[in-house]
């Protein structure tokens, strides 16, 4: 994910992603990282390693605000409120379309007609939050199938890999498939990813 901030705790030094979500920072053993971006959960992860590569994933957060209600009165320039017949200058040919809605405010008698969402604001975050949890289901299949027996132990065992050469290489997948990884059915990623591998190290 491109653009997220990377901090070292207890320090001035940070630095952000790249386009691609790659980053390099300078930190000491047992330090902690600190990763956060708006809209996302923020991560702080621990140094436990020399030259540690890491594959972060950061969960998305929902937050569904409160509605609000406003109320005040409105005056128009140059219409006086004592003669309601002023109305008819707001008059257009959207008052005959039944997906216009009509809005009156709380002062002098004037109705304003014009462009009205068919949705109200809690169904609008209703959407929203099935967008957010489509896409954390999204990023859990991925987290689920790559750390599974059956391709994180098989790809170890078949190519004599420590744990850490696992996640080197499939650093490396994430990088180059980035903007595909996440909507791959689980099939499709187990076969994409057996397919790297078998390539990169064929490579070596």
Known sequence: MPYVNIKLLHSTRGTTSDEA??????AALFDTLQFS???YRTLTIPITTADQKLVISMPMIAVVLKSVTAYGNIRIAGINANKPDKQSRFTS???????YG?????????????AMSHFSKSEKEKEKLKGVK???SKASIYLETVNSPEVKDALMKKYTLSEQGFYDILAKYNQQYYKSMYTFDRKTLISSIA??????L???
Not at 21 to 26: A, E
Not at 102 to 114: E, N, R
Not at 195 to 200: D, G
């Open 21 to 26: 979500g790659n980053f390099s920072i300078q």
């Open 195 to 200: 397919y790297f591998f078998n390539s990169s």
């Open 102 to 114: 009509i809005m009156q405010t709380a002062g002098p008698s004037y109705v304003l007609k014009g």
């Open 93 to 99: 040919p959207l008052l005959n379309n039944p997906q």
């Open 134 to 136: 489509a896409e954390n």
């Open 202 to 204: 064929i490579k070596k």
């Open 37 to 39: 971006f708006i809209g």
